[in-house]
């Protein structure tokens, strides 16, 4: 038998007395009920996904937005952050329309 061969065969020997050792598996075993926490596990998982996600009020346009810290919607964050930028030449443009 080849070297590469036998470590395979040795391999496949040590997996299969691991097997039929009776040796509980700590992620599946029922009797150790770590199934239970497992569940537990996905079960809120899946919870966290398929939630509604919580949304407030914009500050500026009472657009309801899922960003609760800044409280402002996309728009309104996006054109105050531009106009917070250069508050001068936004006003000029204001009085120019
Ligand atoms: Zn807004």
Known sequence: MQPDAQLRMQVYQEGQRAFNSGAACPYTDWRAGTWAKGRAVAEKHHADLTREPETV??????????????????????????????????????ESL
Request: proline share 8%; net charge positive.
């Open 57 to 94: 009020p914009c500050g500026v346009c009472d657009t309801p937005t899922r960003m609760v810290g800044t409280k402002r919607c996309a728009r309104c964050w996006e054109l105050e952050a531009r106009i917070k930028a250069d508050p001068d030449l936004a006003r000029q443009i204001l």
